[in-house]
């Protein structure tokens, strides 16, 4: 296991973001290679054509009069970029999901997430766990790091993130007992006068003291898109708010004995339903995901004294469903894109988290940060596991290296992870997944008429195999091969479940044979880390 990596950032903030910047210079340009080649479309005109709009279309960043403005000049200083460059990087996200709504075969950069607030029984304080799922797996874990801020006249925040992302935004805590945990929320929602989320959330967690002084700055701030801020306080109070534009839904509670509480991306307002908006997989997603979790809760309540340390362990080890081949199978809270698990205690000082490469399964090892505001220190520890298969851990990172691969076009690349991803996770449901997209990548790449007879066949064989938030792809692909290779296709909208990939089914079908592959595989594009396939006509 690598040393953790502990920064301290004292006195100055310019100076402070300035010395950062330095350090950051080579892992950053890492970083926003990876994050370029994620809203890519491939095609390179219209490519530089949308990080032309994404540098002007958030220039307006650099006008707020926010802490996060000047540090972001002195951070990208550092860098020897220009701020515009940064801005461009730091919110990728939220462009993919603007640009989402015109053009779906945007890959997404989901911050796929779940939150767990519960009650630490030994402790004696209520404790936040975060697991943060983003694509970017092999660039977010190896330069991945703690900040401390220990700036005048504000209070001290210890921030959990990576090489490239200088801020306390994503997951971090203060000394006044707040923690902040950013989930991301997927609606049609676009307010081009709002705010960057990391300026949301760098201003929550520098100013945060309670429920009252976190609600008062979402109310009166705006955003570009919908995001969740998850938010525990020191008095065992928590806040789960759902920022849209300039509408504000959300939900508060008490954290107490006995109970743990679950969020992932599912979205507050009963106005909104998740199912509704692209990318279509979130519902399903964030089901399974809740399904998963509500499995982890009960097993826990059932200790007599709830720890951090249980939770922790809980959060980076799969259900027994995922190590095995069931007919009923559900989408893990801990995932392949899982770049970092950890539990937060703000007010005793202390955090704990699973280190090493992504995803971050719990083999045993883990790290104790603690006397965070007093002398912090990092301890490597050692604990009883779940006994959880090395072939399984290597299998989820082949297959989120796969994704990986993919989004930086090397597709050779991209078959060989899925192909080990495959070997290594035999005997479980995601050895059919891995499969699935092993044929996928085939369909997009091979055109032999031989090879495309054999892939038919073998999405009709893996069919009664794959989940079902993939069966439905399925049959779109044996739709597509049926009509390429026989100039017709037995399938109808009755084998399809999922109304919105009815439509895509019923769309492809007004394209000509002789365009069909053409047509659909432009702008296709496998969303593994989703379990999704996300069409041009979608």
Partial sequence: MEEPKLINLIGDPSESFYQLGLKDRE?????????????????PKVDKILQELAGSFFSGQLEQKTFFKKWLENYSSGLDISSKELIFALLLPELSSCLSKWLPSVSSSMLGCSSFFFWDDKEEAPVHGRVLDFPLVKTFDSGERTILYDFPGLPKVYSFGSIGF???????????????????????????????????????????????????ILQNTTSFTTWCFNMTFPDGTWLSADLMGDKLVYRTGVITKGEITYFNNDIISESYKTEDYFPYAIGPHNKMRTYSAQEKIRKLLKKKQLTDLDVLKS??????????NDEVWNLDTLTPSSVHIVTMMPTKGRALSIAGNAPKLFMGKFHIHKNIWDNCTIEEK??????????????????????????????????????????ELKGTKWEAISQFFFLVFQFMKESHSKIRSSLLEEFQVLLPDLPPVLKDHAWLFIARLERILHKSTRVTTKDIQHPALKKVFEMEMKIPNVLLHKATTLLMTPRLDLVEVIYPLS
């Fill in 27 to 43: 892992g950053h340009t890492l970083l926003l290679e990876h994050m370029k080649t994620v809203l890519s479309l491939g095609i």
């Fill in 315 to 324: 959060m980076g080890t799969p259900n027994k469903s995922n190590l095995k």
């Fill in 382 to 423: 050692s604990a009883k596991s779940s006994n959880i298969p090395i072939q399984f851990q290597t299998g989820l990172r082949h297959y989120a290296l796969a994704q990986v691969a993919f989004d930086h076009k090397d597709i050779v690349l991209a078959y060989h992870h899925i192909q080990m991803s495959h070997d």
């Fill in 166 to 216: 200088p801020f306390p935004s994503i997951t971090s805590m203060n000394e006044y007992g707040v923690t902040l945990a950013l989930h991301q929320k997927f609606t049609d929602i676009l307010n081009i006068h709002g705010r960057s989320v990391f300026d949301i959330g760098n201003q929550l967690i520098f100013e945060s003291k309670d429920l009252e002084s976190a609600l008062n």
